[in-house]
T-cell receptor
């Protein structure tokens, strides 16, 4: 168990560019979550996967955001045509199917849009 | 919808003093509640969780929390603060309505520990 891994840890981009973040969950976890955290705020839910199926999306996830988990293992979060308001820490977490199972978080990917 | 409210965005204590971080929840069903800690530029680490067993929950690093249904509270405490406890603390409630184990977080409390 190597924990949840996220790459890249930091990304600086210019407005209008596309960026992609990758998350590798704990191997035996079927559930994977993406959250966004801005300075001074708690994490906000973006989306959730059960295996490869994306079961829930927050209204925070605009059309410029897309997440995939093609084989039920790693996941990617892509942001197209980035805006300055997209600057945030993007956190990935995974959990087991057990109802009271806690979420295990990665260290996050910090995005800065200039 | 379930939610949590953390009272006090910043709390400052002296080393060795009691730590009390407040969290109140709103839920239409018996909640599962969590406390996480976040150190600068890192992800969140679970401190403890309440899942309808014992109302007094002990966690890592000497922290504990008590579930009080009558007060809809789940406050986090530690008898004696250490410098290493300085971090941001988040209370969260689990969505039992089909969102997997999705958590809804509070806005966080920044704990400062002074000598």
């Amino acid at each position: 168990d190597t924990g949840v891994s996220q790459n890249p840890r930091h990304k600086i981009t210019k407005r209008g560019q596309n960026v992609t973040f990758r998350c590798d969950p704990i191997s035996e976890h079927n559930r994977l979550y993406w959250y966004r955290q801005t300075l001074g705020q708690g994490p906000e839910f973006l989306t959730y996967f059960q295996n490869e199926a994306q079961l829930e999306k927050s209204r925070l996830l605009s059309d410029r955001f897309s997440a995939e988990r093609p084989k039920g293992s790693f996941s990617t979060l892509e942001i197209q045509r980035t805006e300055q308001g997209d600057s945030a820490m993007y956190l990935c977490a995974s959990s087991s199917d057990y109802p009271t199972g806690e979420l295990f978080f990665g260290e996050g990917s910090r995005l800065t849009v200039l | 919808a379930q939610s949590v409210t953390q009272l006090g965005s910043h709390v400052s204590v002296s080393e060795g003093a009691l730590v009390l971080l407040r969290c109140n929840y709103s839920s239409s069903v018996p909640p599962y509640l969590f406390w996480y800690v976040q150190y600068p530029n890192q992800g969140l680490q679970l401190l403890l969780k309440y899942t309808s067993a014992a109302t007094l929950v002990k966690g890592i690093n000497g922290f504990e929390a008590e579930f009080k249904k009558s007060e809809t509270s789940f406050h986090l405490t530690k008898p004696s603060a250490h410098m290493r406890d300085a971090a941001e603390y988040f209370c969260a409630v689990s969505d039992l309505g089909g969102g997997g184990n999705k958590l809804t977080f509070g806005t966080g409390t920044q704990l400062k520990v002074e000598l």
